[in-house]
């Protein structure tokens, strides 16, 4: 059950109201009407983007907020998995939203709230329907992505040790290596929500196509088709597709901070990042695939489980041929 505190900001900044109350008027009434006779007020979210960081969480939740029904908190707010945070209670969490309608849906993004513990417990008890919403990329480029981030100056060096024997083996002790074994993660939210309330977005695909992505995720919050290939415009120079507001003859890209080239990792090196990662993606196609057969025999019919599994085979299918490449150099 969600609930809902009452709050009574002393002064309110342009911040607190999305777009579709600070452009009333810039856009064509037929894109978002109002709840009539309603006041906008503060609501806890209804749908979380978990994570996984580095895997495209920001240009997702930007998409997003393009919606007219879904009202995007500015911020990461790491409320449930930094404890200075967590500690100031619901009232300050509530406090970080935008005011929004009734008819329109709350969404946080902070990405570490995959890989912590006290985040699952505690939105499970601030609302047991939350809908998740999880993006993943392929674990080596998001150990990449997050190397450099980390601003290690030689990837291969930073992740990698030389046993006695001189081989070179992948550091498993490292957060960045072991945040990209997503299974472990996910294996563990499920045990809480039900997979009817998971929505993984396929990086990869959100990079290429993120009209289809948005889309999907448009079915899986229930709310209205609106945003379309209009939506969305490639920009040559930044090699990444930006967004095009409603209210907008601009076009919005991520900042230089995303998007960032990649070193290219010597070819041995590849190798040893995509077999350390082998067994951990077959567990997850297999942990995810099984829990929707079971959930299948008894509820056959249920689109959920259908969208579900499709999002995920997407991303075993976009995952699988860069792996299996890799791999080959193996034999
Ligand atoms: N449209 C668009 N524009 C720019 N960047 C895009 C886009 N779509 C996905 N990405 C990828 O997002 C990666 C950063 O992921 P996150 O936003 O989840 O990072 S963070 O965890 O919030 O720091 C970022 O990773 P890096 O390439 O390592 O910078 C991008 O690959």
New binding site residues.
Partial sequence: MIRNLQYRPNKLSQHDFHWTVRTRGQYDASIYTAPEGEMPRKRFPQAVIIG????????LIEFLNMHPQVVAARE?IHFFDLDHNFHKGLTWYLQRMRYSYSDQITLEKT?SYMWTQRARDEIYRLNSDMKLIV?LKDPVIRL??QA??NRDKDVSESLLVQEADGTLSVRENLHPVYWSIYVNYIVKWLRKFPITQLHVVD?SM??KD?AGEVQKVERFLGIRPVLTKRNFHFDQQ?G???KRPFYLQDII??GN????L?PTLPPEVKVLFYKFYRPHNEKLFKVIGKSLKAKQRWRPSNTDFRRLRDSLLAFADSLNPILNKELSRLD
């Fill in positions: 996984a960081g580095k895997c495209g969480t920001r240009a990461e990405p993006v990449v992505s450099i981030r990086s959100l990079v993120p930044k990444f597709y930006c890209c991520l901070e995303k998007g960032k990649h």
